[in-house]
């Protein structure tokens, strides 16, 4: 089932445009899942880093290694 994407829902909108159409200036779609997928299988965990602007719109998805992310849980929420 697949539905159109609705501009009036700005978060919605703001995903699509970095899943579908621009994760970063360094890959495209296709690329970043690519990256992801690879370090699902092959490590467990696949992690990216959303940057966003001074209103906290999401611009862009940056891909990071999980062997250079340090995980922290405090008893009650798992920090990255």
């Known amino acids: 089932d697949k539905e159109r994407v609705r501009t009036s829902d700005k978060y919605e909108y703001q995903v699509y445009k970095l899943l579908h159409v621009s994760p970063s200036q360094l890959h495209t779609p ?7 997928e690879i370090d ?38 798992l920090w990255y």
Request: aromatic share 12%; charged share 30%; hydrophobic share 35%.
């Open 40 to 77: 699902r299988v092959h490590k467990g965990n696949c992690i990216s880093y959303i940057i966003r602007d001074r209103l906290g719109v999401p611009l862009a998805l940056k891909y990071c290694k999980p062997e250079n992310v340090e995980y922290k849980f405090d008893g009650i929420k």
């Open 30 to 36: 296709s690329e970043w899942i690519k990256l992801m």
